[in-house]
């Protein structure tokens, strides 16, 4: 429970930005990943792996569970590094997770991560395994690279920086965004960690989790606005 890790993580079997193996009932709750995950494809026998930009792979085996994932995001590049030789290892790769094998829910979670390799990937999820649950859980089709994924639904950018998106979410407790500029935040997880672009003298400043709708947010903020309408920090 509200969990991030934001360092790379590089391996060969089940690799994740947070969690490499989540099972049977594990329970991942407003957590976040913002590392580079990549898959190594090195092993001495053909074999199946998995690469996800928050879990590598929820369930053990097609019988035992996947446990629930819920209010979490991934944003860090997801790659696998397989040649498609005789010891490759034929990955499975998704933003959020690579692979669910059985009885795994993903709740109200997205990812923006770039995915790319050689095994098959999804925007989302890499592997789905029936019977298994995504609901209220986007990607971002721009930033992935991908149009498909094994699970959940693809916005696009502006799409996924919007609130009316994300149908289900509760932006009074769990999440905030601010609207045109930013993709969902933990409100636990983001207090002075994020830094906004602002287009008006394209300032710097860092986000302390207030919403930003008008002039007066802005002042709130800690901007200036000075006479000829520059904005400065």
Do not use: C
């Amino acid at each position: 429970i509200e969990s991030y890790a934001t360092g790379d993580v590089t391996g060969n079997t089940a690799q994740g930005g947070l969690v490499g193996v989540n099972y049977p009932t594990g329970t991942i709750t407003r957590s976040y990943a913002t590392g580079s995950v990549t898959g190594t494809g090195i092993t001495q026998f053909p074999t199946a792996g998995s690469v996800g930009g928050l879990v590598g792979q929820a369930g053990d085996d097609y019988s035992s569970g996947g446990g629930t994932i819920r209010d979490s995001y991934a944003t860090g590049r997801v790659l696998d590094m397989g040649d498609r030789s005789p010891t490759y290892v034929l990955y499975h790769n998704g933003g959020l997770v690579g692979m669910t094998l059985s009885n795994t829910h993903i709740i109200n979670s997205y990812s923006s991560s770039a995915v790319s390799g050689e095994g098959i990937l999804g925007g989302l999820v890499g592997y789905f395994y029936n019977p298994n649950t995504i609901t209220n859980s986007y990607w971002d089709t721009q930033t992935s690279g991908r149009a498909t994924s094994a699970g959940g639904v693809g916005k696009t950018t502006a799409q996924m920086q919007q609130q009316a998106t994300f149908t289900g979410w509760d932006f009074m407790n769990t999440w905030r965004i601010v609207e045109g500029s930013s993709y969902p935040l933990l409100r636990a997880l983001t207090q002075g960690k994020i830094t906004l672009d602002v287009t008006a003298g394209n300032a710097r400043k860092v986000y302390d989790g207030l919403a930003v709708n008008s002039i007066g947010d802005l002042t709130n903020l800690g901007f200036r606005i000075i006479p000829g309408g520059t904005l400065v920090s």
